[in-house]
């Protein structure tokens, strides 16, 4: 649209182009569509990778990783409400003690994940697998992307970005796969985490130790003092035993 006014001076007409202002961003958005994971063993998997990078990166703010939150990046997709955020996801290189509901593109200088990990089941492994996959690879350009089925523990597969796609990675001898971006293996795990009995997807460092969650953590080191209360106290009771032979011989320390 135009305005013609007319200058003093001259008396003829002068185009004046209306100012162009860009379309602000969605504002109205949500971030909880009220569905829970798929199941118990699927939360505690997210939680496992969350609390996994947070205490292998300890002391270091220029991270984020979440779970189950949504990952808003472009208007359309706002509007529609049709896109889910990934089960696991890590940002690298940003302001990792900024608060966020979300993970909203346009508000983090158009940074996406650089690690997403989609948690199959049946009625979402299609989606993650085709339509999420696609969005992954072509509008994210996701440098890692990785899947798995808790409930399947031959399950694990992982792409990595190169040039115009995705290249399907290859396990190693474990059945592991290297993440790139953070430096850890992903491979699989038998035990028992919050009471349930899986094989668990799981971190480990180049040197293929587990990265132990903070309880793992705990629970050794309860064991190191319950170990360490355990020698003083034998010690102790090897001191009373050499002091009770001593005074059967007619020795006493106390008055050495």
């Not at 270091?60 to 509007?79: C, K, L, P």
């Not at 999420?132 to 523990?153: C, I, M, N």
């Amino acid at each position: 649209m135009t305005k013609a006014e007319l200058t003093p001076e001259l008396q003829t007409p002068m185009v004046v182009e209306d100012e162009w202002t860009p379309p602000m961003p969605p504002t109205d958005l949500i971030f909880d569509d009220g569905e829970p994971l798929e199941s118990n063993r699927h939360r505690i998997a997210m939680n496992v990778l969350i609390a996994a990078v947070h205490e292998a990166f300890a002391g270091r703010q220029d991270y984020f990783t979440g779970g189950n939150m949504f990952v808003y990046f472009n208007s359309e997709q706002a509007r529609n409400r049709d896109f889910k955020g990934p089960d696991f996801f890590v940002a690298l290189n940003v302001d990792g003690i900024k608060e966020r509901q979300g993970w909203v593109i346009w508000e983090e200088e158009g940074r996406y994940p650089n690690v997403i990990v989609e948690l199959l089941s049946p009625s979402t492994a299609r989606e993650d697998l085709g339509h999420k996959k696609d969005v992954y690879e072509q509008t994210f350009r996701l440098p890692e992307y990785f899947v798995y089925d808790p409930f399947a523990p031959d399950s694990l597969r992982g792409w990595r970005l190169t040039g115009p796609g995705y290249e399907e990675l290859t396990k190693d001898d474990r059945g592991w796969l290297w993440c790139n971006s953070l430096g850890f293996w992903l491979g699989t795990w038998e035990g028992t985490l919050q009471q349930e009995t899986a094989t668990w997807l799981r971190f480990f460092d180049a040197d293929g130790n587990l990265i132990l969650l903070p309880e793992e953590l705990a629970k050794i080191e309860r064991q190191r003092a319950e170990d360490e209360r355990q020698r003083a106290e034998e010690a102790l009771s090897e001191l009373e035993a050499l002091k009770a032979r001593l005074r059967e011989k007619g020795i006493d320390l106390e008055s050495l």
